[in-house]
């Protein structure tokens, strides 16, 4: 079964590309070149609607672009075109899992789709056993629910029922706790109806007690009723006594107290502005008459004091300028005297007449000064004479100048006194005007306090203000009694609207003839043992509910009811694990045959030209020499003995053995006539050594008959093709190479 020819007109962005391949097809592309969008092409083309199903992530993204690809394929003589004929996988009446699995490997594929199935798949295809014996035995484990030693299981049925089973044998544990509890159930239940009847009699008691307590309540009902009538009629006595005539009387009186306080105040102050004035005026007339008096000497007696002063004080100027010369006077009168005297002994008679000259002068000039100096003095005894007849006291010039200066200063500091005087006394005045309407409006104020005493004494007929608090005293007294009465009543009566009293006495009337007496003792003692045994009942009920509630979430509420779901939980587990014996027996069996299968299976694999033994000895060039299975797991044998899991595997070598397996599995089930691989880069995580040996298996492979299509961008791995095709003839080996480029 070989592809003769992939026509593709249009697919996503690939457009008119058509290729015979032959038996070796190497297409080689760059990364963006869209080489993986040709394979998906191609899968589109050649596999079913559920084979695609298989590849929702290649195929599924291309569910909108446009498509137009044929691929034609030749099988047993003839030719199929595809997409329009059958399926592919139905040319070899083959399940479609099988087709793509065997026939596509991509990068990273090396391994079968579902790595889970593919021992079903070598089992049934080198045993000859259809069916698949394994999975014969999940299926018996899951109709007993056991769980299957992959940890898989196969269906639902077999999980649901090995739940079911573990919820039955949980139910049976907790049945069989719960079944204790269920008896506790029935004691405590036992105990709390004959809590429940005893706190009966005890209500009953209480019921009595309170119906006596009704009773004193409507005797206590009635006399507070009638106290406080009697309390309203005194009190309607005493309401012109109220609190606000009071208060008037009392401020008023605060006010008269105030006022009469403040007028004595006024009148003081008033006293001694009056005094301060007085005072004032007799300073002022003082310092007046002290100022007419110096103007009338100023008049009279001054100017004839300042004439005789100013003469006076000329010629003392001209005597002292004169006098100051006269000790130089007096030395000339020395020098001239001597001279003269010398000039006369000595005979000097010319100079003698100018000595004695200037002598006689200087002695005229010496009594000049004596004359002035005489008569300044006689100038001031005559002034010291005229101030003694005028001012009664003899004084000198210069104390009469002192005198005179003296007097203008005291008129002048008189002046100013006087003025700073009547400033003062113009205050004062004012002051004493101010406090005269002070005194006035407070005398006003006076009146009218009283004029608010006279209506509330008429009012309240109340004399003095303390007979007027004595009465509003009174009336407190009656409202706190009132008060207190409402209090009563409304603790009694549990209301103090006095339009439903009436209704809650007589709704006490019926109790008024009730047999026993209130004890509020024996009351209380009965209400604390009712609270007691309902602490008890209620601490019964606590716990019933709590032993109840597992009971409930079991579906029982008796012994009888734990006890059946214990015998029918039982029986149900009974039959199960019967069950459950005859699966393993069964399972045992068929895991027999699988053995004798897996043997089978093994003696395939290890022996044969195409086993997978041998095709991964020819792979690795004999670095591994045998594939088999032990314990349902792949196990490898290095030349050198050592034995490898898969897991134990790297990458390049379980990529050896996955195509080796594949193609073994392959051979076989397409021993009469050879079919088409298409690879996309499946070697890419493999050494050179291990692309060498992998390449020149499939040259092999292609050689005996099989058409291997290899879609790379490897360079190098196309060099390996044309180096190893170099040994067939022209034409085994045709390349291309893909130039589309994606958008």
Request: charged share 35%; aromatic share 6%.
């Amino acid at each position: 079964m070989h592809i003769k020819k992939i026509d593709i007109r249009r697919f996503a962005a690939i457009e008119d590309f058509e290729i015979e391949p032959t038996r070796l097809t190497v297409i080689r592309g760059d990364n963006d070149s869209g080489k993986t969008m040709l394979l998906d092409a191609i899968l589109d083309a050649l596999f079913s609607g559920r084979v695609k199903q298989q590849y929702p992530r290649a195929l599924g993204r291309y569910k909108d672009a446009g498509k137009e690809v044929r691929i034609q394929v030749e099988s047993q003589g003839r030719e199929f075109s595809f997409p329009e004929g059958a399926s592919l996988e139905r040319l070899k009446n083959l399940p479609a899992i099988y087709v793509p699995n065997l026939l596509v490997i991509r990068e990273g594929e090396t391994a079968f789709h579902s790595e889970e199935r593919l021992w079903e798949i070598i089992k049934e295809n080198l045993s000859g056993m259809a069916g698949g014996l394994l999975k014969v035995i999940e299926t018996i484990r899951d109709e007993v629910g056991i769980t299957p030693q992959k940890n898989d299981w196969v269906s639902r049925q077999g999980r649901r029922l090995k739940e079911e089973v573990e919820h039955l044998r949980k139910n049976l544990t907790n049945l069989t706790q719960v079944k204790p509890k269920a008896e506790g159930l029935v004691r405590l239940q036992l105990e709390r109806a004959k809590l429940e009847k005893k706190v009966r009699l005890v209500a009953a008691k209480l019921q009595e007690l309170e119906a006596a307590r009704k009773k004193e309540d409507y005797r206590k009902a009635v006399a507070l009723e009638r106290k406080y009538d009697e309390a309203l009629q005194a009190l309607e006595d005493h309401r012109k006594y109220s609190d606000a005539d009071l208060e008037v009387w009392s401020e008023a009186n605060k006010k008269i107290a105030r006022e009469h306080t403040r007028k004595d105040g006024l009148s003081a102050q008033i006293g001694e502005v009056q005094e301060h004035i007085s005072s004032l005026k007799e300073k002022l007339n003082e310092k007046n008459r002290q100022i007419d008096h110096w103007r009338k000497q100023e008049a009279s007696i001054l100017p004839d004091m300042e004439e005789n002063l100013s003469q006076f004080n000329a010629l003392k100027r001209k005597a002292e300028r004169f006098v100051a010369w006269r000790p130089l006077f007096w030395l000339f009168i020395l020098l001239t005297g001597s001279g003269a005297i010398i000039s006369l002994v000595l005979g000097a008679l010319r100079v003698t007449p100018f000595l004695f000259a200037a002598l006689v002068f200087a002695t005229i000039l010496y009594l000049w000064t004596k004359h002035l100096e005489n008569k300044l003095q006689k100038k001031a005894s005559e002034l010291s004479e005229i101030f003694r007849r005028t001012l009664g006291e003899k004084k000198q010039p210069e104390e009469v100048n002192q005198w005179i200066e003296e007097g203008r200063l005291e008129t002048e500091r008189a002046r100013g006194e006087v003025s700073s005087l009547s400033g003062q006394l113009e205050t004062m005045e004012k002051r004493l005007k101010g406090l005269k309407l002070s005194l006035e409006e407070s005398e006003k104020a006076l009146q009218e306090s009283k004029g608010l005493i006279e209506p509330v004494s008429k009012s309240t007929n109340c004399p003095s203000l303390e007979d007027l608090e004595e009465k509003v005293s009174e009336r407190r007294r009656l409202e706190s009694d009132k008060d207190s009465l409402l209090k009563q009543i409304d603790l009694l009566l549990q209301t103090n609207d006095e339009s439903k009293w009436e209704h809650r006495v007589s709704l006490l009337r019926p109790f008024a003839e009730a047999e026993g007496e209130w004890n509020e003792e024996e009351y209380e003692r009965q209400r604390i043992q009712k609270s007691s045994i309902e602490s008890e009942i209620e601490r019964l009920t606590r716990e019933i509910g709590q032993m109840r509630d597992p009971l409930i979430e079991l579906g029982c509420r008796s012994p009888e009811d734990v006890w059946f779901k214990i015998q029918e939980t039982s029986g149900r587990l009974a039959q199960y694990e019967l069950k459950r014996k005859a699966a393993l027996l069964a399972i045992n069996i068929i895991e027999g045959l699988a053995q004798q299968q897996d043997a089978l299976v093994n003696s395939i694999i290890e022996q044969g030209r195409d086993s997978a033994s041998a095709l991964l000895a020819e792979i690795t060039a004999g670095y591994y020499e045998k594939v088999y299975l032990h314990e349902g797991k792949i196990t490898v044998r290095r030349n050198t003995g050592k034995e490898f899991s898969v897991e134990e595997l790297g990458t390049g070598a379980r990529t050896q053995l996955y195509l080796a397996i594949r193609l073994s599995l392959v051979k076989r089930i397409f021993q009469d006539e050879p079919a088409f691989l298409l690879l996309d880069d499946p070697f890419t995580n493999c050494d050179d050594m291990r692309k060498r040996e992998l390449i020149r298996a499939l040259v092999k492979l292609s050689d005996a008959g099989w058409q291997i299509i290899y879609i790379t961008f490897q360079k190098d791995l196309l060099d390996l093709f044309e180096e190893f095709a170099e040994e067939y003839p022209p034409g085994f080996l045709t390349v291309r190479h893909f130039q589309e480029r994606l958008p």
